[in-house]
């Protein structure tokens, strides 16, 4: 969550600096300011995505690799939504994350090259 919240409030005050055309009152140029705070957020949702996938899916560290066999998935603190599902979709969200910012990266490195 940690790693959702600290990509999450720079971005937001990236945006704000932006519409608000005060990116040129930044100490550093605009771009370069976006690659390292995008270069951040890449190295962070990495370790995220890593350290959620061996900690939920490795049975050495305590994770469950397989979804339940007894086919009764349900739990009413989940809204009838496996405790698996949960973390795979957990997993696909931070990857998509991760896609999305490194395409930003691209962006942000020809913005400064």
């Given amino acids: 969550m940690a790693v959702y919240s600290i990509c999450f409030i720079p971005a937001a005050l990236a945006i704000l600096l932006n519409l608000d055309e005060w990116e040129y009152r930044l100490p550093r140029p605009y771009?370069?300011?976006?690659?390292?705070?995008?270069?951040?957020?890449?190295?962070?949702?990495?370790?995220?995505?890593?350290?959620?996938l061996l900690y939920q899916f490795s049975?050495?560290?305590g994770g469950q690799p397989q979804r339940p066999n007894d086919g009764n998935c349900r739990d009413e603190l989940t809204h009838d939504m496996?405790?698996?599902?949960?973390?795979?979709?957990?997993?696909v969200l931070t990857a998509s994350n991760l896609l999305v910012y490194m395409a930003n990266l691209g962006y942000w490195a020809r913005q400064v090259l």
Avoid: K, N, R
């Fill in 59 to 61: 049975e050495e560290l």
């Fill in 31 to 52: 771009p370069i300011f976006q690659l390292v705070l995008t270069l951040l957020s890449i190295l962070l949702y990495v370790s995220a995505l890593v350290l959620w």
């Fill in 82 to 91: 496996c405790a698996q599902d949960q973390c795979l979709a957990v997993a």
